[in-house]
Each structure stands twice: as C-alpha cells, then as structure tokens.
C-alpha cells in the first residue's frame, strides 16, 4: 500500500458525459501527479499540481481539467467524453516538486465509456 | 521532450535464472531512473531508482545500471522466483521537465516455475 488513496476504483459511463476523480496524496506530500494507462499509449503523464498550484502539463486534452485543494487532495475532471478515453488513471504523489523526487502511485481508476 | 525506449516486451524465464531489461534515454539532461513494477489491477509500484551521480544502485536481488554516456539503463533481477512475474516500467525525468516522468512501453516478465 502506497499510502495514496483513489476513488472510485471503477467508473462506467457513456460517452458525452463528465465524471470526476479523485486522489488523496501520502500524508506529507505536496505534489500530485495524473497519469493515463492505455493499451495503445502506454503510461503517459497529464498533470502536476504543487502545493494547490498547477507546476507542469502534459498532453492533456482540453476536455480534461484538475486541481488541488487546499488540503492538498485532487480532482481530474474529464468532459465531454469519448470512447477513447477509457483507461486507467493513476494518480501519484511525492514529497516535493523535484524532478527526482520519488513518485507514489495510488491503485488506479479504472474508466470505461460506453 | 524526453522519449524512452524499452526492450524486451516480453521476457519469459525459468526460476532461479537472471532477468535483465533495458531501456535508452533521449534527453541528456535527465537525472532521474526510476523502475516500476506493476501488477495485474494494481498501480505501478517503484522497486528501484538511480540518479545520475551513481553507476550502479544494488536491493538484494535487484540491481540497476546507468550508463550516460550512451544515455541506457538496465534493470538486473537475479535468482527470479514466480512472485517477480508482472511488468516492468522504466521512467526518466530531469532538466526542464520537473516531475514529469516519461515511461518506456513496459515489459511482460513471466517467471516458470
């Protein structure tokens, strides 16, 4: 157990839609990280957050969005779905904003449109 | 940006023998190796890292190698046993990318019994 909490674990939905996940960081952390796992696309990153201020981005489509609350948890809001987007989405943490900083994964939520 | 290439994708042994993976690195100002682990409906899990000021980092029966002058890395398990079947994610991250890790396409490691 990583320490860092996801929900829900499972999500289906149909296409058009909009759902929210959610990440709660390991006690301590500072930083959050989104990633997306897909058969075709392997693990890619999508956003981080530090100390509720969004520090870098990656190809992340603009239907998806996040933030972080002041008490440090996130929420990655995905819009206007598609087929595409089914996947898994991990979220991890880490203690600071360093590029060496040791990345936490959380169990995943598993997303299926329909 | 940052691209990593990872090989084999699928790797099968017998237990007890040795399992290496490799992956190469674009950007030369990453720092940064972590290797992931993950199991079947779980998150992937960090087993090892290395940082650019060392060569070789070793945890019982995983070590990992950084060479950066021909910018790869090797992730070296020995004495396999069936509890190392799952896949393997190495990552890089440094220079202007922060936290961002980039993930090589994983590997399917299969340990007989």
């Known amino acids: 157990d990583s320490g860092v909490t996801q929900t829900p674990k499972h999500l289906i939905t149909a296409t058009g839609q909009r759902v929210t996940l959610r990440c709660s960081p390991r006690?301590?952390?500072?930083?959050v990280y989104w990633y997306q796992q897909s058969l075709d696309q392997g693990l890619q990153f999508l956003i981080q957050?530090?100390?509720?201020?969004?520090?870098a981005k990656g190809n992340i489509l603009e239907r998806f969005s996040a933030q972080q609350f002041p008490d440090l948890h996130s929420e990655l809001n995905l819009s206007s779905l598609e087929l595409g987007d089914s996947a898994l989405y991990f979220c991890?943490?880490?203690?600071?904003?360093?590029?060496?900083?040791?990345?936490?994964f959380g169990p995943g939520t598993r997303l299926t449109v329909l | 940006g940052e691209n990593v290439e990872q090989h084999p994708s699928t790797l099968s042994v017998q237990e007890g023998d040795s399992a290496v993976i490799k992956c190469t690195y674009s950007?030369?100002?990453?720092?940064?190796f972590p290797w992931y682990k993950q199991e079947l409906g779980k998150g992937p899990q960090l087993i090892i890292d290395?940082?650019?000021?060392?060569g070789e980092k070793k945890d019982q029966r995983i070590a990992v190698t950084l060479n950066k002058t021909a910018k790869h890395f090797s992730l070296h398990i020995t004495e396999t046993q069936p509890e190392d079947s799952a896949v393997y994610f190495c990552a890089g991250a440094g220079g202007t990318s922060y936290g961002k890790l980039t993930f090589g396409q994983g590997t399917i490691l299969t340990v007989h019994p």
């Open positions: 950007d030369s100002a990453s720092n940064y």
């Open positions: 290395i940082r650019s000021n060392v």
């Open positions: 991890a943490s880490s203690v600071l904003a360093g590029h060496t900083d040791t990345q936490y």
């Open positions: 957050y530090y100390n509720g201020e969004e520090r």
């Open positions: 006690s301590g952390d500072l930083s």
